[in-house]
């Protein structure tokens, strides 16, 4: 079985940082495609806000380029999101989202989500 599980969100005032982590837990024998963070702010649809391959490829929505990013620690099987300069619209939960290969399927997998709130 695989599980992710995020952590590292809360409330910072606007202009302040936050990092947030994701593990993936299960076999050994698994294989994390691709990695990504998504957010979902009230009333809204799950947007994509970054992700990363196994190789280190990255892309970002415009929204986010040049103030967040997105890593990955192969070996800890883990993602990170640093986000700096958090605007109010930033505010939403965010999810880890992995395609990982086990017994030659791949499957998506999402984190439980963690909130990022930005207010003053």
């Known amino acids: 079985q695989v599980q992710l599980v995020e952590s590292g969100g809360g409330l910072v005032q606007p202009g302040g940082s936050l990092r947030l982590s994701c593990v993936v837990h299960g076999s050994i024998f698994i294989e994390i495609v691709h990695m990504g963070w998504y957010r979902q702010a009230p009333g809204k649809q799950r947007e994509l806000v970054a992700t990363?391959?196994?190789?280190?490829?990255?892309y970002y929505q415009d929204y986010v380029k040049g103030r967040f990013t997105v890593s990955r620690d192969n070996a800890k099987n883990a993602a990170y999101l640093q986000m700096n300069s958090l605007k109010p619209e930033d505010t939403a939960v965010y999810y880890c989202?992995?395609?990982?290969?086990?017994?030659?399927?791949?499957?998506?997998?999402w984190g439980q989500g963690t909130q990022v709130t930005v207010s003053s």
């Open positions: 990363i391959t196994a190789s280190n490829s990255t």
């Open positions: 989202h992995a395609n990982i290969t086990l017994a030659l399927r791949t499957l998506a997998y």
